[in-house]
T-cell receptor
Framework: GQQLNQSPQSMFIQEGEDVSMNCTSSSIFNTWLWYKQDPGEGPVLLIALYKAGELTSNGRLTAQFGITRKDSFLNISASIPSDVGIYFCAGQSTGGTSYGKLTFGQGTILTVHP | DVKVTQSSRYLVKRTGEKVFLECVQDMDHENMFWYRQDPGLGLRLIYFSYDVKMKEKGDIPEGYSVSREKKERFSLILESASTNQTSMYLC??????????????FGEGSWLTVV
């Protein structure tokens, strides 16, 4: 199946620092999504990207859909303790019999020290 | 708001037992999915369904089956649970219109331990 490589696997940062993580794929996706998962909960959608080159913000979060459609990044500015969690990228195929399935990256574990 | 509800948050089952994980969504979504989440492996798709009584294998269907008798309910079945099926299981649903940008919503997860 399709593979997504997400990096870094984990990050330990001080409160107030900026964070950057990215995903690369061997295949093209039509949509890129970024999710955050708090401990013991299901993933919650942060940002959805629908067009190559698109740059979208949601508060302190900014994400971009790569021009090649094979990569995406997520930036978090001025991190705060509640940013702690696991961040997942996901690529979505929309053609043929894909039915909008998501392929997920391995996740980035973010720890923020006060 | 979309709500995806998984009936059991925490289960402990014995090897060889038959296990049912139930999921219900309240937004009339066509598509429903079962993922498995393991540390370092991210979320992997087990099965999905795009309509009542329809099902498709995902990336890791071995050892699992599913049932979708009603649009709002999608069940994951472990016919004979094994210890390597100890994991967190996530149900999800989405509306499918054939175009890009259909958001997938997740339930809170079911933690299954097989002993």
């Amino acid at each position: 199946g399709q593979q997504l490589n997400q990096s870094p696997q984990s990050m330990f940062i001080q409160e107030g620092e900026d964070v950057s993580m990215n995903c690369t794929s061997s295949s093209i996706f039509n949509t890129w999504l970024w999710y955050k998962q708090d401990p013991g909960e299901g993933p919650v959608l942060l940002i959805a990207l629908y067009k190559a080159g698109e740059l979208t913000s949601n508060g302190r979060l900014t994400a971009q859909f790569g021009i090649t459609r094979k990569d995406s990044f997520l930036n978090i500015s001025a991190s705060i303790p509640s940013d702690v969690g696991i961040y997942f990228c996901a690529g979505q195929s929309t053609g043929g019999t894909s039915y909008g399935k998501l392929t997920f990256g391995q996740g980035t574990i973010l720890t923020v020290h006060p | 708001d979309v709500k995806v509800t998984q009936s059991s948050r925490y289960l402990v089952k014995r090897t060889g037992e038959k296990v049912f994980l139930e999921c219900v969504q309240d937004m009339d979504h066509e598509n429903m999915f079962w993922y498995r989440q393991d540390p370092g492996l991210g979320l992997r798709l087990i099965y999905f369904s795009y309509d009542v009584k329809m099902k498709e294998k995902g990336d890791i269907p071995e050892g699992y089956s599913v049932s979708r008798e009603k649009k709002e309910r999608f069940s994951l079945i472990l016919e004979s649970a094994s210890t390597n099926q100890t994991s967190m299981y996530l149900c999800a649903s989405s509306l499918w219109t054939g175009s890009s940008g259909n958001t997938i919503y997740f339930g809170e997860g079911s933690w299954l331990t097989v002993v």
